[in-house]
């Protein structure tokens, strides 16, 4: 009896350590194993799309190029092509493959390395999903513990649906649509039989089945697929040969962006604002301002005008350094960007010069400071001296003694003529006189943020500055004195289709409507009279300047019409000269022309804005007198008269 006693009691006390060790193992593997209903509230990654404002794709934005879909998209044949190639007993086991799992520890232990998985469809997304992809025991019995709760918890069409959405396929293809694309240049909704197979052959090996890496061996998997479907009966057998005997031809690869540039300035923006994370990993969609046939003519006439350019060059072997061209096109109306290059080669440099450099604009500065002048009660008819001045150096320098770019000098000529002629002695007088710091305070209101040293060389454009800046500021004369921030962004939608944020348009008045129609005028008297003649040809309402640095370093022309602004730079990175006579009517000019005739090739015919209070008047450009139109025998020697706008309480006498 006692035998027997101690018997029983040393069974269940045998018993119950075994099944507490037992029970303390497995409460150990599942301490730390994550939670199976986050899967509820996660998404997989998806890819964030950019389009212009004419719905052209600018780009994808991926960190796993993902592009979830449902499982009644996908088709048939590729669900069934995936459970023949890694789980047939898919439909029927609760998560785990008890005999696959005993033929691959026999394999393992013989190999005395991992060389099997035999891990279900179920086990692979709780791999993918929850665990590191280090092979070991313990990982593996957790991917078991896990599949099972995945089996308890959802249908196998769910477990399906996202695995498939999920899995890596090669090249980086994450998920079957993305593979369909990267692939096949296709949605997967339209993939034939042997496109299915081949994707459903890749997730055993996703680099070595790659048909872009390894198409011979892709095409081989594929057909082992292929017949594997034949002998479950899936296909028939005549299925099987039409899809094994067709070729792979790999679709051509995506080009670049074609507004590479531009995408850069987007993405800056919106990782700021709504954050890197769910910019690419949102699967958002992006609507943008850029117009992408106007995008198509500002990097053609970059590349035009460039290469024309080195033409020219090439009679010099002192000037060894590649120039580059920078273009930026605002719509006035909104301060949308239309248009954006950067550079002429994005592959061999993605710095931003329209946006991100700074370099002194030259002449293209002193609408800036004649803009003030007319703010502060000058007219086109003002007067104001062409002669040799000097101004004291700081300390023990040199006097500075200003130069005009002719070495010539006129006397007092008019404002308008100082302007359209880019006369710089008139244009130091005209600062000096008005104060320095009432033309920084001006360049803020029309939107210049740069550092603007205060001299009086700031009159000559000397502060370094960005070419977007400087052509927002443009704008505000042909748009009625209302300054726009520039932006380059209407909506942007979640996966779901619903708004998340949208550029919040930045306006205010920065001169008077009245001046800033005086502006437009005077502006389009460079074209007319002066540095900017060669632009006539367009035979629109056009205005801008010309802007050229010492030794030709900078090169720009800064325009309008009534509806765009358009600003071009043209220089090297490294600040030598383009060469002699590199003006800005010479290297930067032809590139504006040619874009603004195709930005407006079909549009009608616009003026600029002239308020009723304001009338056109000739002058004599070098006295500022009023000539009645049957008249001419007032002007000066060497004169035309010119049209000029004035407001009707401050017109010449």
Not at 117 to 139: H, V, W, Y
Not at 414 to 426: D, E, G, Y
Not at 628 to 633: I, K, T
């Amino acid at each position: 009896m006692n035998k027997r006693f101690y018997i029983t009691a040393f069974t269940l006390l045998f018993t119950a350590v075994v099944c507490g060790s037992i029970a303390g193992m497995f409460l150990f593997m599942i301490r730390d194993l994550p939670q199976i209903r986050s899967l509820e509230t996660s998404s997989p990654s998806g890819i964030t799309r950019i389009y212009s404002a004419d719905n052209k794709l600018l780009a994808e934005l991926y960190r796993e190029k993902r592009d979830p879909v449902p499982l009644k998209r996908i088709s048939d044949y590729l669900q069934k092509a995936v459970i023949t190639a890694e789980d047939r007993q898919f439909y029927t086991h609760s998560g785990i493959d008890l005999k696959g799992i005993a033929r691959a520890i026999i394999t393992d232990i013989l190999a005395r390395k991992f060389v099997q998985g035999a891990s279900t469809i179920t086990q692979q997304l709780s791999k993918t999903l929850f665990l590191s992809p280090q092979k070991t025991i313990l990982r593996k019995i957790k991917e078991a513990l896990l599949a099972i709760q995945l089996e308890r918890r959802y249908t196998k069409d769910e477990i399906l649906e996202r695995y498939l959405n999920q899995i890596y396929f090669g090249s980086g293809a994450y998920g079957v649509e993305s593979a369909a694309r990267i692939f096949f240049a296709k949605s997967v909704t339209d993939l034939d039989l042997a496109e299915c197979a081949m994707i459903a052959a890749m997730p055993k090996a996703p680099s070595a089945y790659s048909p872009l890496n390894n198409p011979e061996l892709a095409v081989r998997r594929r057909n082992i697929v292929l017949k594997q479907m034949m002998i479950t009966g899936i296909i028939t057998t005549e299925q099987y040969k039409n899809a094994a005997n067709k070729p792979f031809v790999a679709v051509q690869k995506k080009t670049a962006s074609p507004a590479p540039y531009f995408v850069d300035y987007i993405k800056k923006i919106l990782e700021k604002k709504i954050g890197p994370t769910r910019l690419y990993t949102g699967g958002l969609t992006v609507y943008t301002t850029l117009s992408s046939h106007l995008q198509i003519s500002s990097d053609q006439a970059i590349a035009r005008g460039i290469k024309n350019l080195q033409n020219r060059r090439k009679s010099d072997p002192a000037l060894k350094t590649d120039p580059q061209g920078a273009l930026i096109a605002i719509d006035i109306r909104t301060g949308g960007i239309l248009a954006m290059s950067g550079g002429t080669d994005y592959r061999k440099s993605s710095f931003n010069r329209s946006t991100a450099a700074r370099r002194q604009p030259g002449s293209a500065f002193k609408p800036v400071l004649f803009a003030h002048a007319i703010e502060q009660g000058f007219n086109q008819a003002s007067l104001i001296l062409d002669a040799p001045v000097s101004f004291p150096g700081a300390s023990k320098a040199k006097p500075w003694q200003p130069e005009n770019f002719s070495r010539t000098f006129q006397g007092e000529i008019t404002l308008r003529k100082a302007l359209t002629h880019s006369k710089n002695i008139p244009a130091v007088r005209l600062i000096d006189q008005l104060g320095i710091s009432g033309v920084v305070d001006f360049a803020r209101k029309l939107g210049i943020q740069s550092r603007l040293a205060p001299y009086l060389s700031l009159s000559l454009g000397t502060s370094e500055l960005s070419l977007t800046e400087l052509t927002a500021a443009y704008a505000v004369f042909a748009n009625q004195g209302i300054y726009i921030h520039p932006h380059g962004i209407v909506d942007v939608l979640d996966s779901g289709s619903q708004s998340i944020w949208q550029s919040a348009i930045e306006k205010r008045i920065a001169m008077s409507r009245e001046n800033a129609a005086i502006m437009a005028n005077l502006l389009e008297g460079v074209i007319l009279e002066g540095t900017g003649k060669k632009a006539q040809s367009l035979h629109r309402s056009i205005a801008g300047k010309t802007g050229t640095t010492n030794k030709y370093k900078d090169a720009l022309f800064v325009g309008f019409s009534p509806a765009i602004a358009v600003g071009v730079w043209v220089g090297c990175d490294n600040f030598s000269t383009l060469g002699s006579k590199e003006t800005g009517a010479r290297a930067a000019l032809p590139i504006w022309m040619e874009f603004m005739r195709n930005a407006l090739a079909g549009q009608e015919y616009e003026y600029f804005d002239m308020p009723d209070n304001m009338l056109k008047i000739k002058i004599d450009p070098n006295t500022g007198k009023p000539i009645p139109d049957d008249q001419a025998d007032g002007l000066a020697d060497n004169s035309d008269g010119v049209v000029a706008l004035f407001a009707k309480d401050n017109q010449p006498e």
